[in-house]
C-alpha cells in the first residue's frame, strides 16, 4: 500500500495544473466573458453566460493544452434551430472554428495552449424539458460544485480522469466508448477514492442485465427492477448503469460499452497486482514491437492507414472506427485473426494493425438436390463437393497473403468503401 500510495502522490504531482496555468486560464476568461455578455446586451438577446466543464468544477487535470467549455444558456423563447446561429452572431468576428454536431458550437484558440469551446445551451428550469443533452450541463455542474468541495475529492478525481485516459477509456465519443468526465466525478463521489473505484471495478461480475452494476446516488429507485422498467431499454446497455442525480431517467454511462469496460477492468487489475507509475502514462501501440512478435510467431502482419473527409473529432473517429470493424469481419471470415487494434491520430485519420495465422476454410453452402440446374452451374464450379442432408458443399482456402487480400478486397469493394466516408486506404507496414 506504501507502494501505491507514493505513486499516486507522485501523479498528482504531475496532473494538477500549475498555478501559472490556472491564472492564464481565468485571466483568459475574465477577458472573454466581459467581451461575449457586453455584445448579448447590445445585441438585445435574452441569454447568460455559465463556464462548465472540469474547469467549473476544479477538476481539470494537467495538459499540453486546455479546452475549457464556456455555454451561453438562451431563454426558452429561442427555438432550437435558432441557438448555433445566435451564437455565431455573437461571436463575430472572432476567429473561430464551427464543429457540426446535433447543435452546432465553437471553438476559439486565445491563447497559446487554451482553447475555449463555445456551446449553445437552452434554459431549462426542469432537466425533462432539455431538447439537448448540453441543456444539462448547468445542473451538472452546480451538482458537483455542491456536492464535492474537499481537495482531497477533487484530487481522486483527477487521478481517476489521468488512469482512464492513459488506458484510453475517457471520453463518451464513440469512437472510445468510455467514461465521461462527468460520470466519473460521479463514480468518485459514490466510491470516495480512486482506490475503491478501481478495486471494485476489477471484480468480476456476471453480464446478465439483472446483474448490472446500478448506482443510484440519490436513491430515486426502490429496486433494480424499477430502473429497467423506468429507463430507456436502449440507454441500458452499458455495463454500468449510474442514474443522473439531476435528472433520474437519464444514464450517465449508456456510452460506455462493453468492448471499453473489459479493456479498463484489464488495466486496473494489472495496476493493483503490479502498481506502477506507467499505468498513468498514455499507451501507444508498438507496432514495430508487434510486428517483430508476429514475424517469430511466423504470423503475417500489416498495418494500414485510413483517411475520411469528415469533420475531425467525435464524427471522423466513429467513421474511421466502423469502418475498421467491418474490414476486420471481412478478414475474420478468411483468416485466423490472431491480433488487431485502432488508433486514432485525431485528425481524419487513423491507423490500424491485423496480426493473421493460417488461412481458414472457407465453408460454401449449395443447392438442395432437387434444385437440378443450380446443382448442375454449382458442380460446374468447384470441384471437391460433398453431401449433407441432401444439400451440396464444398470446402476451399483462398491461397493469398493478408496483403493481397486487402488488395483485392480494396479493388472489389470501392462502392463500399466510399459509402463509408474513407477517401484514402493504404499499407502502412
Given at each position: 500500500m506504501k507502494n501505491i500510495n507514493s505513486i499516486l502522490k507522485e501523479i498528482l504531482k504531475k496532473i494538477e495544473p500549475t498555478n501559472d496555468d490556472i491564472r492564464k486560464i481565468k485571466y483568459s476568461l475574465e477577458g472573454f466573458l466581459k467581451k461575449t455578455k457586453k455584445k448579448i446586451r447590445a445585441m438585445k438577446i435574452f441569454a447568460e453566460v455559465?463556464?462548465?466543464?472540469?474547469?467549473?468544477?476544479?477538476?481539470?487535470?494537467?495538459?499540453?493544452?486546455?479546452?475549457?467549455?464556456?455555454?451561453?444558456?438562451?431563454?426558452?423563447?429561442?427555438?432550437?434551430?435558432?441557438?448555433?446561429?445566435?451564437?455565431?452572431?455573437?461571436?463575430?468576428?472572432?476567429?473561430?472554428?464551427?464543429?457540426?454536431?446535433?447543435?452546432?458550437?465553437?471553438?476559439?484558440?486565445?491563447s497559446k495552449g487554451i482553447f475555449f469551446e463555445?456551446?449553445?445551451?437552452?434554459?431549462?428550469?426542469?432537466?425533462?424539458?432539455?431538447?439537448?443533452?448540453?441543456?444539462?450541463?448547468?445542473?451538472?455542474?452546480?451538482?458537483?460544485?455542491?456536492?464535492?468541495?474537499?481537495?482531497?475529492?477533487?484530487?481522486?478525481i483527477r487521478l481517476t480522469k489521468a488512469f482512464c485516459y492513459a488506458n484510453n477509456c475517457y471520453g463518451a465519443e464513440s469512437y472510445v466508448s468510455?467514461?465521461?468526465?462527468?460520470?466519473?466525478?460521479?463514480?468518485?463521489?459514490?466510491?470516495?477514492?480512486?482506490?475503491?473505484?478501481?478495486?471494485?471495478?476489477?471484480?468480476?461480475?456476471?453480464?446478465?442485465?439483472?446483474?448490472?452494476?446500478?448506482?443510484?446516488?440519490?436513491?430515486?429507485?426502490?429496486?433494480?427492477?424499477?430502473?429497467?422498467?423506468?429507463?430507456?431499454?436502449?440507454?441500458?446497455?452499458?455495463?454500468?448503469?449510474?442514474?443522473?442525480?439531476?435528472?433520474?431517467?437519464?444514464?450517465?454511462?449508456?456510452?460506455?460499452?462493453?468492448?471499453?469496460?473489459?479493456?479498463?477492468?484489464?488495466?486496473?487489475?494489472?495496476?493493483?497486482?503490479?502498481?506502477?507509475?506507467?499505468?498513468?502514462?498514455?499507451?501507444?501501440?508498438?507496432?514495430?514491437?508487434?510486428?517483430?512478435?508476429?514475424?517469430?510467431?511466423?504470423?503475417e502482419f500489416i498495418l494500414l492507414e485510413a483517411k475520411t473527409d469528415r469533420q475531425e473529432g467525435d464524427i471522423a473517429g466513429s467513421k474511421l472506427l466502423k469502418f475498421y470493424k467491418h474490414l476486420a469481419e471481412e478478414i475474420g471470415k478468411y483468416f485466423e485473426v490472431k491480433g488487431r487494434g485502432f488508433e486514432y491520430l485525431k485528425g481524419k485519420s487513423t491507423r490500424f494493425f491485423f496480426v493473421v495465422g493460417r488461412n481458414k476454410e472457407i465453408l460454401v453452402q449449395g443447392p438442395s438436390l432437387k434444385q437440378e440446374e443450380h446443382v448442375k452451374r454449382f458442380r460446374n464450379k468447384y470441384k471437391k463437393i460433398f453431401i449433407k442432408n441432401d444439400r451440396l458443399y464444398t470446402k476451399y482456402k483462398i491461397n493469398l497473403t493478408l496483403r493481397q487480400f486487402i488488395e483485392n478486397w480494396r479493388q472489389k469493394n470501392k462502392k463500399i468503401i466510399s459509402d463509408m466516408a474513407i477517401r484514402e486506404l493504404g499499407v502502412s507496414g
Open positions: 455559465f463556464v462548465g466543464g472540469s474547469f467549473a468544477k476544479g477538476t481539470i487535470i494537467k495538459k499540453d493544452h486546455y479546452d475549457i467549455d464556456i455555454f451561453i444558456r438562451f431563454d426558452k423563447r429561442y427555438k432550437n434551430d435558432e441557438l448555433s446561429k445566435l451564437t455565431e452572431r455573437i461571436l463575430k468576428p472572432m476567429n473561430f472554428t464551427k464543429i457540426h454536431g446535433s447543435r452546432d458550437y465553437f471553438k476559439t484558440e486565445v463555445i456551446i449553445p445551451v437552452k434554459k431549462v428550469r426542469n432537466p425533462k424539458e432539455a431538447e439537448n443533452i448540453t441543456d444539462l450541463s448547468f445542473f451538472h455542474v452546480n451538482y458537483i460544485k455542491k456536492k464535492i468541495k474537499s481537495k482531497k475529492t477533487l484530487d481522486e468510455g467514461f465521461s468526465g462527468y460520470g466519473l466525478e460521479l463514480l468518485i463521489y459514490h466510491y470516495k477514492s480512486f482506490m475503491n473505484f478501481i478495486k471494485s471495478m476489477a471484480k468480476d461480475t456476471k453480464k446478465d442485465v439483472n446483474n448490472k452494476v446500478i448506482i443510484d446516488i440519490e436513491r430515486y429507485y426502490k429496486n433494480k427492477a424499477q430502473v429497467l422498467l423506468d429507463i430507456n431499454s436502449a440507454k441500458l446497455q452499458s455495463p454500468i448503469i449510474l442514474i443522473d442525480p439531476t435528472y433520474k431517467q437519464r444514464n450517465v454511462l449508456a456510452a460506455l460499452s462493453e468492448e471499453t469496460f473489459r479493456k479498463f477492468k484489464e488495466s486496473c487489475k494489472k495496476f493493483l497486482k503490479n502498481p506502477d507509475i506507467k499505468a498513468f502514462e498514455v499507451k501507444k501501440i508498438d507496432f514495430e514491437a508487434i510486428k517483430e512478435n508476429a514475424k517469430n510467431k511466423r504470423y
